[in-house]
């Protein structure tokens, strides 16, 4: 088993950056595929980003550019640079570890409590 904790959230402006962690404990980091999900208010959680555990990467087209999936094997970490950020960005952050690198949300085992990322304009 594996237990996640997001940080990194909080309130930006448009246009300006932010770099979510997404801390590990349990077993072995490495050996899982890792992916990040967020959720607005009345909407479904949604794929943002995931990597493989050789650290391949896959992007949702509306960050694909803007963000940067990234992963620390040695620190038990995985990070989420945000750049360029939108109003529509606003959600909550959800980091989660699963056998393969998916974008769907069933296919990921493990998920942390979420951490708030807000975008005013």
């Known amino acids: 088993q594996v237990q996640l904790v997001e940080s990194g959230g909080g309130l930006v402006q448009a246009g300006d950056s932010l770099r979510l962690s997404c801390a590990a404990s349990?077993?072995?980091?490495?050996?899982?595929?890792m992916g990040w999900f967020r959720q607005a208010p009345g909407k479904e959680r949604e794929f943002v980003a995931s990597?493989?555990?050789?650290?391949?990467?896959s992007y949702a087209n509306s960050v694909k550019g803007r963000f940067t999936i990234s992963r620390d094997n040695a620190k038990n970490t995985m990070y989420l640079q945000m750049n360029s950020l939108k109003r529509e960005d606003t959600a909550v952050y959800y980091c989660?570890?699963?056998?393969?690198?998916?974008?769907?949300?069933?296919?990921?085992?493990?998920w942390g409590q979420g951490t708030q990322v807000t975008v005013s304009s």
């Open positions: 990597i493989s555990r050789s650290a391949v990467t």
């Open positions: 349990g077993r072995t980091f490495g050996w899982y595929a």
């Open positions: 989660a570890a699963g056998t393969v690198p998916t974008n769907v949300r069933a296919t990921y085992d493990y």
